[in-house]
């Protein structure tokens, strides 16, 4: 069974913190990794992609990739409580999308 | 323009009726998904059709039945439904990236 492990939560951090958000996947024939966040009562929404080990910045937002450790990351800098939602971790391999349970952050002002 | 549009929004029916989502994606992909997602927010892949063909049909109760008329459109049929088949059901397409997600169809079986 490919799975998707996310700590389930939820996460408090204070405005203005890092928010650190971690996945574990168990498929090493993933070949792309996505992370989405959803806001109460919305469809989710891409945040991140990466397909390559290592870092990948866009504003905020850093997603990390190690594939021998199997486990990928989004780091939220500078949070907002705008950013307060379900983060959902997916790993894509074979025209399917597997999603992990998901972590709800809270961001207090 | 939605890129993914679903109808109904919200359902709510007895149970052992029956209910049909539409599904209709304008971006020109060949891939279409149905997932569910229950209370506690888990996203379950259902369904994936690639071309108006069955790609990925995960252990679904064949009470469940989509149907694609063409690569735009991908529905879902559930017959006698069941208290557990509450949930959000979501349509999704994809071309070789990214899933992009319809608003989502709650359905509440009473």
């Known amino acids: 069974q490919k799975e998707v492990e996310q700590n389930s939560g939820p996460l408090s951090v204070p405005e203005g913190a890092i928010a650190s958000l971690n996945c574990t996947y168990s498929?090493?024939?993933?070949?792309?990794f996505f992370w989405y966040r959803q806001y109460s009562g919305k469809s989710p929404e891409l945040i991140m992609f990466i397909y390559s080990n290592g870092d990948k910045e866009d504003g905020r937002f850093t997603a990390q990739l190690n594939k021998a450790s199997q486990y990928v990351s989004l780091l939220i800098r500078d949070s907002q409580p705008s950013d307060s939602a379900t983060y959902l971790c997916?790993?894509?391999?074979?025209?399917?999308?597997?999603f992990g349970k998901g972590i709800t952050l809270s961001v207090r002002p | 323009d939605t890129a993914v549009s679903q109808t109904p929004k919200y359902l709510v029916t007895q149970m052992g009726n029956d209910k049909s989502i539409k599904c209709e994606q304008n971006l020109g992909h060949d891939t279409m998904y149905w997932y569910k997602q229950d209370s506690k927010k888990f996203l379950k892949i259902m369904f994936s059709y690639n071309n108006k063909e069955l790609i990925i049909n995960e252990t679904v109760p064949n009470r469940f039945s989509p149907k694609s008329p063409d690569k735009a459109h991908l529905n879902l049929h559930i017959n006698s439904l069941e208290l557990g088949d509450s949930a959000v059901y979501f349509c999704?397409?994809?071309?070789?990236?990214?899933?992009?997600f319809g608003e989502g169809s709650r359905l509440t079986v009473l």
């Open positions: 997916a790993q894509g391999a074979n025209s399917k999308l597997t």
């Open positions: 498929d090493r024939g993933s070949q792309s």
């Open positions: 999704a397409s994809r071309a070789t990236g990214e899933l992009f």
